[in-house]
């Protein structure tokens, strides 16, 4: 069956956060009726996390027609790392702007003018000859000519295309905490928010850099500070991380506000004890730490008739690269090309697949390699020497969330 004109078809877009709403942005702009449909009972607004821009994800913007400007991140041009005693071991010039979740969901947010229903579980999806359909919790089931599966890590989607395409613990986590620059001392304000800053304790790393504030304000005085410190852990020590204090483990990620008294007072006490003295400064005035098991996944097929994955409901790579948003801003640019051509949509959906596996595939191995030192920790001398190429702090600044064409 030959698709129909673009302005006559319809969309479904599963999952309405950053990636989700760059698909359905771009498609709207490319004359399809959109619909998002997110799991979560409210919007995704306030979350802070924050994230390396790349050139890449500045034409998916323009594309999106989100004006790109300096309010968009926070612009450094220097990498530093910080040895133990605070000094500065090694200095690089490395320009780079640096922004937030929040802030992107705010632009790409303001950008889509379609429907985005929230509180919208949906339990399956559907591909037939002439449609594809989604059933949500509450039992109603909904039609389209297509369905985009941007659901995250945890895709339910995914889930139920491919069972067999499990997360695979890297056997490290990441902390992540922000703090408001006004918290900061002015000693440690000077040394290490204007720039990309590392410290590289034995067996650990940690890194941090500013980024846009409350009300995603970029304005000098409101900005915030964002680590990231990535620690390696057992299979058998996460689980215990995981749990909360009533007993009970969430076995992919615990929310912030569960986990134990115990588990960030040892956090804070090893930062003190390993960091250097601005990065121990940056920890223990966080209001609100967290941490995520770090995991790899990858997939063989990104296409399923007229159903498609996309971002991080397909691959997962470690966030050395800092390339999770800028390859779901790439998913979706690429699947607006395909769906460009003329053919059957499930024809379309294919070409997509074809090229976004190999890129998916290539970012995937590109931040185990980033992560091996990480990883290595819980492995053999051997494992961890050969590691050691990927630790210095000339290595680490050179190649950490760095712009590379996939």
Same mark, same amino acid.
């Given at each position: 069956m030959t698709a129909a004109h673009p302005s006559q078809r319809k969309a479904i877009v599963i999952g309405g956060s950053v990636g989700g709403l760059f698909s359905a942005t771009l498609l709207s702009r490319n004359g399809w009726e959109v619909e998002i449909f997110e799991r979560t009972p409210a919007m995704l607004t306030g979350r802070?996390?924050?994230? =390396?821009?790349?050139?890449?994800?500045?034409?998916?913007?323009?594309?999106?027609?989100?004006? %790109?400007?300096?309010?968009?991140? %926070?612009?450094?041009?220097?990498?530093?790392?910080?040895?133990?005693?605070?000094?500065? =071991?090694?200095? +690089?010039?490395?320009?780079?702007?640096?922004?937030?979740?929040?802030?992107?969901?705010?632009?790409?947010?303001?950008?889509?003018?379609?429907?985005?229903?929230?509180?919208?579980?949906?339990?399956?999806?559907?591909?037939?000859?002439?449609?594809?359909?989604?059933?949500?919790?509450?039992?109603?089931?909904? +039609?389209?000519?297509?369905?985009?599966? @941007?659901d995250g890590f945890r895709s339910g989607v995914r889930e139920q295309l491919l069972p067999d395409a499990p997360l695979e613990y890297a056997g490290y986590i990441a902390w992540r905490g922000l703090v408001d620059e006004t918290q900061l001392s002015p000693e440690t304000h000077a040394a290490i928010f204007g720039k990309f800053a590392f410290c590289l304790p034995p067996r650990e790393q940690i890194l941090g850099y500013p980024v846009a504030g409350d +009300?995603?304000?970029?304005?000098?005085?409101?900005?915030?500070?964002?680590? =990231?410190?990535?620690?390696?852990?057992?299979?058998?020590?996460?689980?215990?991380?995981?749990?909360?204090?009533?007993?009970?483990?969430?076995?992919?990620?615990?929310?912030?506000g569960l986990i134990r008294p115990d588990v960030i007072a040892d956090m804070e006490s090893a930062a003190a004890d390993l960091l250097a003295p601005q990065f121990a400064e940056v920890v223990a005035r966080t209001t609100q730490p967290l941490f995520q098991p770090i995991y790899d996944l990858t997939v063989a097929r990104m296409s399923f008739?007229?159903?498609?994955?996309?971002?991080?409901? @397909?691959?997962?790579? +470690?966030?050395?690269?800092?390339?999770? %948003?800028?390859?779901?801003?790439?998913?979706?640019?690429?699947?607006?090309?395909?769906?460009?051509?003329?053919?059957?949509?499930?024809?379309?959906?294919? @070409?997509?697949?074809?090229e976004r596996v190999q890129v998916g595939q290539a970012i995937v191995e590109h931040a185990r390699h980033l992560g091996a030192y990480m990883q290595a920790q819980l492995k053999s001398d051997e494992d961890r020497a050969m590691a050691e190429r990927y630790r210095t702090p000339e290595a680490v600044m050179r190649d950490t969330a760095v712009s590379r064409r996939f």
């Open positions: 802070g996390a924050g994230i =390396v821009t790349h050139p890449e994800l500045f034409e998916a913007l323009a594309a999106a027609g989100v004006e %790109v400007n300096d309010s968009i991140g %926070v612009s450094i041009h220097t990498r530093i790392t910080l040895a133990r005693n605070g000094s500065a =071991v090694s200095e +690089r010039e490395l320009p780079q702007t640096l922004t937030a979740w929040g802030k992107l969901y705010e632009v790409l947010g303001n950008a889509f003018a379609g429907p985005y229903r929230t509180g919208a579980h949906v339990t399956a999806v559907a591909s037939y000859a002439d449609h594809a359909e989604v059933t949500l919790a509450d039992g109603t089931t909904h +039609r389209a000519d297509m369905v985009i599966a @941007a +009300r995603n304000s970029t304005a000098p005085g409101e900005r915030r500070f964002n680590f =990231v410190w990535y620690r390696a852990t057992r299979e058998d020590e996460l689980a215990n991380l995981l749990t909360d204090a009533s007993g009970k483990c969430w076995s992919t990620g615990i929310p912030p008739g007229r159903i498609a994955l996309l971002g991080d409901a @397909a691959f997962v790579a +470690r966030p050395h690269c800092g390339m999770g %948003v800028t390859k779901a801003a790439g998913d979706a640019m690429a699947l607006v090309r395909a769906l460009a051509r003329s053919g059957p949509i499930e024809a379309c959906l294919e @070409a997509y697949s074809a």
